[in-house]
């Protein structure tokens, strides 16, 4: 939308059409509300696809990352990037939780790898976390910020490579105080989330972006604190009720009427 040649890579061309139909679906969405400069199918035009990691980055200026949140996979990605991507080329990651040093360490080039974090559904949602690891310089946050701007979005510096960044730091206890309250009969899902809605003038309630971000996904992100989860995130976690993905977590997407505290 911000006028950049993409390639979009995945590792199989089932999910890169998948990638590129929900892609379709959100630009169709948006030019239904005439939020769109141009017309759809220009935007999309300058969007190609592959399954091939070294051809697609072999002639390109940024590298976003967003494969899932283990380690070797992040490494095995960067160390194939950074050999076919140009010399030049700022290598990202839009990891939520994994430490950026650690991923830079797969490269030869740590200096230019960053963090830039996107949020749910990241067409919407405004910030982008710009993360320095222990060796990026300067010169590559600076032209990852700018190029976040030029994106339309506003970036904020993370200045040190701490675990979950500052938003997924605040985030997260946000969402685990509002479960162990569940879990102590002191309060429910929807008055909850109604409070925080109401009140507080968030747009999700704790539980409504839990189920919407994947409880998995907030569960995981403690895989490095030795605190207990509430019990109401674990037995979510153990039936594999994972959220809006799954059909149900707190609210029920299926057979129920999904969030409803208003
Ligand atoms: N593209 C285009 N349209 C989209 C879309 C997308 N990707 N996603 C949703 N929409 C559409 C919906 O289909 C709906 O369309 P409709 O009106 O035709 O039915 C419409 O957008 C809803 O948008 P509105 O502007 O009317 O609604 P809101 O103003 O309420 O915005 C929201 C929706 C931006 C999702 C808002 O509820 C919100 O900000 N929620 C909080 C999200 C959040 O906190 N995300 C961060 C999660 S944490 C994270 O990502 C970190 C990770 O590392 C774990």
Redesign the pocket.
């Known amino acids: 939308m911000a006028g950049y040649e993409v390639v979009l890579r995945d590792i199989e061309e089932e999910l890169v059409q998948d990638g590129y139909e929900?892609i379709e679906?959100?630009?169709g969405?948006?030019e239904?509300?005439g939020r769109l400069d141009e017309d759809a199918e220009t935007i999309l035009d300058r969007v190609s696809t592959s399954v091939s990691l070294e051809e697609s980055v072999s002639d390109t200026d940024l590298v976003i990352e967003a494969v899932p949140e283990q380690l070797e996979i992040k490494e095995e990605t960067f160390s194939t990037v950074d050999k076919h991507a140009p010399d030049h080329a700022i290598l990202a990651s839009n990891t939520?939780?994994l430490s950026i040093s650690d991923i830079a360490s797969a490269t030869d080039r740590s200096e230019q790898v960053v963090g830039l974090?996107?949020?749910?559904?990241?067409?919407?949602?405004d910030l982008v976390e710009v993360t320095y690891g222990e060796a990026t310089t300067d010169e590559t946050a600076e032209l990852t910020y700018k190029w976040v701007e030029s994106v339309g979005k506003t970036p904020i510096y993370v200045r040190k490579d701490v675990h979950g960044f500052v938003?997924?730091t605040v985030?997260v206890p946000f969402m685990e105080e509002a479960a162990w309250m569940l879990s102590n009969g002191e309060t429910t899902v929807r008055e909850a989330d109604a409070t925080m809605v109401y009140e507080r003038g968030?747009?999700?309630g704790p539980f409504e972006?839990n189920d919407?971000?994947?409880i998995d996904?907030?569960y995981h992100?403690r895989d490095e604190s030795d605190q207990p989860a509430p019990p109401a995130i674990e037995e979510k976690v153990e039936n594999e009720d994972l959220g809006k993905k799954s059909g149900k977590g707190f609210y029920d997407y299926e057979d129920g009427n999904g969030v409803d505290y208003e």
């Open positions: 929900e679906w959100s630009l969405k948006l239904e509300k939520s939780s974090h996107f949020f749910n559904p990241p067409v919407k949602m938003v997924n985030l968030y747009p999700m972006l919407f971000g994947g996904i907030a992100f």
